[in-house]
Each structure stands twice: as structure tokens, then as C-alpha cells.
């Protein structure tokens, strides 16, 4: 599936008032365990990613965006609830069987709530991982007008499976049975992304694009898209799973050529926000519409995948799963045609649960009292007097131990293996961004003044106990 060329300018747009159109439509992607250095306009230097480049041009890459955390559906609650993950209603991957993981509470305010309270029409396409199908957190039951995808993250994994969900029906695929491959997922979903613009360009709409790639197992169709890469790089075969209970119900395939597939399913995200920025410029409504590109966290190490190779995290050490600068910083971009200035980079720091925040000014609202978040839509809007600053932000990881993270200001405390005998180690992520010195002996009041923060930052949660 290939994707037009569209042209960009670099010349800085001009600033329209907020109130001088109509409601702005807004379209959040999220690509799953992307790293900070998979985008060539990041650094990458083994693949091209034009079309997120080209977005980038037309808008803000910001180098220092934080996700919710380092795995996928602690994360994706903290972008949707406004909460860091002291705060949550979901700090983990809790499996719920047959289906799905453990689900938002009712009476959960999302922001799909948000936007519905202000008349748009809700749209997520692809990975939803916050609710078994008919639970209080099934998309349906949280503000989504229209869900096509996979409920569970864990048949997530794979991208030739027995079904999708579309709303409440089940959408099974016969052609996928006994290991064939007749229907890719990920294709499905973009096509009713794309879709989903037809449908609803006449009303103000918030799309979320939480896509499945790049995340294992590493496996696309057969297109020009693989052939042309095979064969450019040196591999390292990955022996999955190929037969079996776990076989595309969680387990990774075999992958011959795993350094090649990772560049086709990036360069097919790269394809997919190509055509759905051709898709809003269609449709009449690109000058209207937010759009914004990131990731879930950090690169993934499963099923062949080689973010060293790669260098994915760029400078950054860590990975998906660590609380390291590598597991947490993600690639963000934000544009918007006439309203954020084009071609621009910064640096001001932010994280997932500053989007509730945002987009309740953006839409002059309310945000929700209880949010651990701040707008920041002065930023986006050049309009940096305006800008508030936090004091802080948390992070927690409830697997390998347990482990915390509070950075304030330009200071990074680490708590480790919590459950075990637990450590602490101390960065200054100015001088050093790679966290290879820990100076947790030569700052003990700093490290001090953290602890402090972070024994604060958390409320207790019976289903998430962390000591």
C-alpha cells in the first residue's frame, strides 16, 4: 500500500485566532512501541520515513515527550484518563480471560467523553487493550462512537488473526485459518480509518489511531513493499512460535528476515499517515484538523525485534519495559495547517496526560478537576507566556519488581526491583541524557527531595499494589 508525495512548505504559517472557524477536527496516531529514533526526522539513519517528516515540517517535533509509560495499556489509561500512573484506574497488562485485559471503571471520564460532551463524533481504529469485549471498559461504554479493530492487546501480537471487532459484532476471518495468510490487520484498520474521514468530514470528529505496528510479531504481506528490502541487511533469523495453543493467540512467528520486516512495517506506518493526510486534504477538511503523531513507549526487544541494530532509541538508554529515558521518551509530532508554526522543534517537556488538559482549552472547556496534567496548547500556539510548568512527573512499572520514576526539572530518580531488595539511582538528565552516571551518592539532598515526591505521587490501588 503506497502513499502520495504532498508537498510542504517551511515558510511559517501564519497564526488564525482559534475562534475564527469551526470546531478543529483531531487526529491522535499512536504507533505501538515505536522508539524515539525509528523516524528518519529523529535520527534514523538506515530507513527514510517521508511522509512523518513531511508532517513534522508542517508542524512542532518535540524532543522531549514523554508516553504514560513503558507498555502499552498503563499508558494508553493515562492518555485517556488525564492521570499519570500513580493515578490510573489500570497500572498494568492484567489479562482477563478468554479476551481481553482489565477494564476502565464505569463512570470513567475519557477523553472521548471529552470530545463527545463538546458534539464531535468518536472514532478509534486499532488497538484498544482497556476492556474485554462488554465490559464497563469496552470502547463502546467509554465514549466511542465507532471501534473497529482488536479489544485484546495480547492477539494484538499478531496481524493475521481469526478476528477483529467492529463496535459489538465479531468480524471473523476464515481466510486466516490453519496459519494462512489472507487478511492483514493493519490494512483492514486503515481502511476504515480512511473510511471513517468519509463518513463523518461534515461534523467536527475526534479520530484515534492507536495502530498495532511495529510491535511483534514481526510479519507483513508479501508486497514490494518487504521484497525490495530483503536482502539489504545482515539478519538474524528469530525461531517462533508456529504451531501450537500460543499460535496467533499471543505468540510470535518464525521470521526469517526480522531487520527487514521491522523497515516494512515502519514504512507502512509512514504510508498509512501519508494517506490519511491525503484523506483529510480530500475530504476539505486538512486546514481544520490537529493532527498528532507519537508512540505507546519505547522499542521493543520480542519476537526478532533489534532496536540496537536499529539504534531506535537514538541516544537514550533503555527499552520498552524500563524507566530509563529509552522506555518512556517517544517521537511527537504536532501540526496543524495555519494555527502551529511549521518546521518548528522544541524542547518543553510533557506527557501523555497533558493532552486532556489541551484539548479541553482547545475546546473551551472544563478539564476535569482531577487531572495530573497541564495544557499545553500555548506551546503549540507560540504563545509561550502563557505556558504553565509542572513540578513533576511520575512514572511506575508494576512488572520485573516493580519500579518508579520521578524527574523534576532536569533531575531523573530511579526506584528499582521495589518488591525485592529495591534501589535507587540518581541522573541529571542535562549533562547526562543517557543516564550513565548515577549520582545518587554525590546528590543525597536531591535524592532526598525525590523520594519525598515520589512517596507522594501514588495513591494506593488494591488491583495495583506496587510494594
Known sequence: MKSKIFAAGLSLAALT???????????FIVADDLGYGDLSCYGQKKFQTPNIDRLALNGIRFTRSYSGTTVSAPSRASLMTGLHTGHTPIRGNKEIKPEGQFPLPAGTFTLFHLFKNAGYTTGAFGKWGLGQPGSVGDPNNQGVDEFYGYNCQLLAHNYYPSHLWYNQTKIEFPENDHGQFGAYSQDLIQAKTLEFIDKYNGDPFFLFVPMVLPHAELVVPEDSIIQKLRGKFDEKPY????????????GYMSQEHPRATHVAMVTRIDAYVGQIIEKLKETGVYENTLIIFTSDNGPHREGGGDPD??????????YKRDLYEGGIRVP?????????????????????????????ELLKTDSPENTDGISILPTLLNKKE????????????????????VIKDNWKLLHLDIRQEGLYELYNLASDPSENHNLLDLYPQKAAELKEIMKKARTDDPNWPLF
Open 386 to 405: 502563557g505556558q504553565k510548568k509542572r513540578d513533576y512527573f511520575y512514572f511506575e512499572f508494576q512488572e520485573l519488581g516493580g519500579r518508579q520514576a
Open 332 to 360: 511527537t509530532i504536532i501540526a496543524w495547517q495555519g494555527k502551529i508554526a511549521s518546521g518548528k522543534e522544541s524542547s518543553f517537556p510533557f506527557a501523555f496526560w497533558d493532552y486532556m488538559p489541551t484539548f479541553a
Open 239 to 250: 525461531k517462533g512460535t508456529d504451531s501450537g495453543p500460543a499460535f496467533r493467540k499471543g
Open 309 to 318: 541494530f536499529f539504534n531506535s532509541n537514538g541516544i537514550y538508554r533503555g
Open 17 to 27: 485566532p482559534l475562534n475564527a472557524q469551526q470546531k478543529p477536527n483531531v487526529v
